[in-house]
């Protein structure tokens, strides 16, 4: 039942779908995908980032 429901629900999301073509609008791949990857290289090149990777290096536990 799950199944039927979620191709039912992709075969929605796909606009001018051909055996061979690629869909034309699948919001959920297309967008997000590259959304998150590029909100993941803006945490790394953040200063929050960098502070939370220096962090985690060892020489820091030294004195305690």
Do not use: E, W
Not at 9 to 38: E, S, V, Y
Request: charged share 20%.
């Amino acid at each position: 039942m799950h199944k039927v429901i979620t191709n039912k629900i992709n075969r929605d999301l796909c606009i001018n779908r051909n055996n061979h073509q690629k869909p034309t609008f699948h919001p959920l791949g297309d967008f997000l995908n590259p959304a998150l990857a590029l909100l993941g290289q803006g945490l790394k090149k953040s200063p929050i980032g960098q502070k939370l990777d220096f962090a985690n290096h060892p020489y820091l536990c030294k004195g305690l």
